[in-house]
């Protein structure tokens, strides 16, 4: 049986502020990353669901739904769900509800539930004309582009308190 560590009275604030860090960071990096690689004048191509992810990376970095199996697999399931109702569903309300119900479903079944993949699916769906016409596209960029990059900096920064570990082992 494992006890947590006792906190002293600054200590929780002091994580709060890391967390903050941390995913400033991460969002900074998409928001950069995306800008600089497709000259964006919009930002089309940052998934927003990538700022649901940093909540769990980086103020829950030792949970289940936080970990990269689950960062991953749910959002690449839920990005390849979101397209294919998008193009075989004619009418986008039915499309926008299948496709975030049979991604919930998938990651459940695969074992990578991470929740900010329904809005993945859902952004694949009503994200505007722009993200339909990525087509399959949309998985690779932005949807995987977004995970490696909030992936790599949850990795290095977590890591680099001692009683922050990312990923936990299971």
Not at 162 to 170: D, H, I, M
Request: glycine letters at 8%; aromatic letters at 8%; proline letters at 5%.
């Amino acid at each position: 049986m494992t006890f947590p560590i006792k906190q002293n009275k600054y200590q929780c604030h002091i994580d709060k502020l890391v967390s903050l860090i941390g995913s400033f960071i991460a969002i900074a990096a998409i928001i950069f990353t995306s800008r600089d690689l497709f000259a964006l004048q919009s930002l089309p191509m940052i998934v927003a669901s990538m700022g649901a992810s940093a909540v769990l990376l980086f103020a829950v970095p030792q949970g289940k739904l936080s970990q990269p199996r689950a960062l991953i697999g749910g959002h690449s399931i839920a990005a390849i769900v979101g397209v294919t109702c998008a193009q075989g569903v004619a009418d986008p309300l039915i499309a926008a509800a299948l496709a975030v119900s049979v991604a919930i479903i998938l990651m459940q079944y695969c074992d990578c539930v991470h929740p900010p993949g329904g809005a993945t699916a859902l952004t694949a769906v009503v994200g505007g004309q722009e993200i339909l016409e990525l087509g399959y596209i949309y998985v690779f960029i932005p949807v995987l582009l977004n995970i490696f990059v909030i992936l790599v900096i949850a990795l290095l920064f977590n890591n680099l308190f001692s009683w922050r570990r990312y990923p936990v082992k299971t």
